[in-house]
């Protein structure tokens, strides 16, 4: 029997395609994704399982031998994926787990060249995270223990009798989807992620916009959490010899990197560049000096009128509680944030 291709659109009715039409999309990340260990950090290829477990979460992931399991360079996919998800919904679009666009749309959205040594390790891309399987306890339903997938069901290329790739169609697990479509469980990235050429320091700045965000008070861990939370296989040691080499160039756009210790344990405090400050309460009108004299420029809105009010004052974000996988120690700057009165971790885009 002739196969089905997933390009004809009666071939599941109930899963119709998503046909990615908008051009650059706002770059958009799955918190879930940004806070567990679910890549590999390093462009080698990794056969030893991912396994990770902390406050009642799990995570377990495997690569198949033959490709290796997916890197988080390969995650630019996903991330792709959600940003045109995201777009297409602030639109008023019809989305779907099927997605159909063109390497080249792709390619460009994650700011990468497209050659053919980029198509092809595009499609390698494409196997690792079809062949990489994810189990996880994560966003499971009263009834439910966990839930296993890959990170793309399927995948179909279409190539014309020259053999060039016009159009890939993929799909997308229905886990990952859900997070997306939820704007609650979706942050947005800084564009500049995707020049970052180091696998922690990739790793480490989605670390920082899911924590640190962009509150007053940074965020805090503790380098032995870190590395727990990174899935690394690297030594511990090695892996604060490449934290503290990070620190020292600060490449993470929008975040800035500091070490210190506390109680003989080695520390990394982020903190964002731009902060986010909620006001108690409005000003109350406007008022002049009290000078004998008052001159004004000339213009047509003087010096002594006042201005028209904000079209979006600055929002009053509630405080929230801290991180509560991490340990003790990396909590002490969200507990100190949430003493003074400070907005807590960012609950939104």
């Known amino acids: 029997m002739a196969k089905t291709p997933l390009f004809d659109p009666q071939a599941d009715g109930r899963l119709d395609p998503f046909i990615v039409v908008a ?3 706002r770059p958009r990340d799955q918190r879930d994704l940004m806070e567990r260990p679910f890549f590999s950090l390093s462009k080698s290829r990794r056969v030893s399982p991912i396994l990770y477990r902390a406050g009642g979460i799990e995570v377990c992931v495997h690569g198949l031998p033959e490709h290796g399991m997916a890197t988080i360079w390969d995650a630019d996919v996903l991330i792709w994926a959600a940003s045109q998800i995201v777009e297409a919904e602030d639109r008023g679009l019809r989305t779907s787990r099927r997605l159909r666009f063109t390497p080249f749309q792709l390619l460009t959205g994650v700011g990468r060249a497209t050659g053919a040594t980029e198509y092809r390790l595009f499609k390698a891309a494409l196997r690792r995270l079809q062949s990489t399987v994810v189990a996880t306890t994560i966003r499971q339903g009263e009834h ?17 009798r020259a053999g060039r790739v016009e159009g890939v169609e993929i799909v997308l697990p229905d886990w990952f989807y859900r997070g997306v479509v939820d704007r609650s469980l979706v942050l947005s990235i800084d564009p500049h992620y995707f020049r970052l050429t180091g696998g922690i320091e990739r790793w480490l700045y989605r670390v920082a916009r899911k924590h ?4 007053v008070g940074g965020w805090v861990f503790e380098l032995a959490h870190l590395h727990h939370k990174s899935g ?3 030594r511990p040691s090695d892996f604060a010899l490449d934290i503290r080499r990070i620190v020292r160039r600060q490449p993470l756009p929008g975040y800035r990197l500091m070490l210190e210790r506390a109680q003989g344990k080695e520390r990394l405090r982020i903190l964002p560049l731009v902060v986010e400050i909620a006001l108690d309460r409005p000003v109350e009108g406007h008022g002049i000096s009290g000078a004998p004299a008052i001159v004004t420029s000339g213009a047509a809105l003087s010096g002594d009128q006042a201005h028209g009010t904000l079209e979006r004052p600055c929002p009053a974000t509630a405080c929230a509680t801290p991180n509560l996988d991490s340990n003790p120690d990396s909590n002490l700057l969200a507990a100190a944030v949430l003493g003074a009165g400070l907005p807590g971790p960012e609950a939104g885009r």
């Open 23 to 25: 051009g650059d999309a």
């Open 144 to 160: 439910w223990r966990g839930q296993q997938f890959s990170w793309i069901n399927e995948w179909e290329e279409r190539s014309s």
């Open 212 to 215: 640190a965000g962009r509150q």
């Open 232 to 234: 690394s296989l690297a």
